[in-house]
């Protein structure tokens, strides 16, 4: 089964890649290697998912909002790609930042939100190294980003 058609199957709408908003690109290849900057928390009407895990949100909001960040991972990956995702052979690791409290310490259950999503769309070839750091702020006050490098056929 094909990438898209697993996205199908999954009923996953994937978002707008969005461009940069900043002095940067969205994606940049080197040699085989894919890398998707930083893709912050917005839900599927276009808002910024805001707050601080630990205060404002709670452990499944923040694993949720980790889903949405992946899932613009994957429409950058899909752009970079020229809409074909059969050229991923690899995703590589995710690296995410959430935006909590001096006292939470679930960051890893929130980045799973990403990883689940990652794995479920691209199977064996999405299982990635990670990290889950926490951080007293995001860019907009989002609560989680993430960013990700991928290997090209």
Excluded at 80 to 92: H, Y
Excluded at 137 to 142: A, D, E, I, R
């Amino acid at each position: 089964m094909s990438y898209d058609d697993k996205i199908k199957e999954l009923k996953i709408k994937l978002p707008e890649a969005k461009p940069p908003v900043g002095n940067y690109v969205a994606t940049k290849i080197v040699g085989k290697m894919l890398f998707i900057s930083g893709q912050i928390s917005i839900d599927e009407d276009g808002h910024l998912i805001k707050g601080k895990l630990g205060k404002e949100l709670d452990t499944e909001a923040g694993y949720n909002a980790a889903k949405r960040c992946a899932l613009s991972i994957i429409a950058q990956v899909k752009k970079a790609c020229d809409n074909d995702l059969s050229k991923v052979k690899s995703c590589i690791k995710l690296t995410g930042f959430v935006n909590s409290t001096d006292d939470f310490t679930d960051q890893p259950k929130i980045i799973n939100g990403a990883s689940d999503l990652i794995a479920k769309v691209f199977g064996d070839t999405g299982m990635h190294t990670r990290a889950a750091v926490s951080t007293n702020s995001l860019p907009l006050g989002v609560s989680v980003e993430v960013d990700a490098i991928f290997e090209l056929n």
